[in-house]
Nanobody, 126 residues
Framework: QVQLVESGGGLVQTGGSLRLSCAAS????????MGWFRQAPGTEREFVAS????????YYADSVKGRFTISRDIAKNTVYLQMNSLKPEDTANYYC???????????????????WGQGTLVTVSS
């Protein structure tokens, strides 16, 4: 089992920045790829970004490319999502996710994910 705990959500104005953190624990966490999804009210949960803890490879949804950066601290088993130039449409609950594979070189679907965090709310005011 892998446990994921997010932090860092909050309220920010349009154009502002936030950094989300996801701390992972579990026996085989270093073998997982991790990522972020988000879900706004009334919408489906959508993929945002992913990273391989082993290789450092990354993948982004088109909607966040150039604005969001995913990174990892292997020693801390922690993944970060740096969000810049935030827009009101980025408002959502953001969920940390992990898959039982070192890497998936594409966007993930909801059904690809093996472990979920509890979510952290990001609100971008206009």
């Amino acid at each position: 089992q892998v446990q994921l705990v997010e932090s860092g959500g909050g309220l920010v104005q349009t154009g502002g920045s936030l950094r989300l953190s996801c701390a992972a624990s579990g026996r085989t966490v270093s073998r997982n790829a991790m990522g972020w999804f988000r879900q706004a009210p009334g919408t489906e949960r959508e993929f945002v970004a992913s990273i391989s803890l082993i290789y450092g490879s990354t993948y982004y949804a088109d909607s966040v490319k150039g604005r969001f950066t995913i990174s990892r601290d292997i020693a801390k088993n922690t993944v970060y999502l740096q969000m810049n130039s935030l827009k009101p449409e980025d408002t959502a609950n953001y969920y940390c996710a992990a898959v039982k594979a070192p890497w998936r070189a594409s966007g993930w679907s909801f059904y690809d994910v093996d472990f979920w965090g509890q979510g952290t709310l990001v609100t971008v005011s206009s």
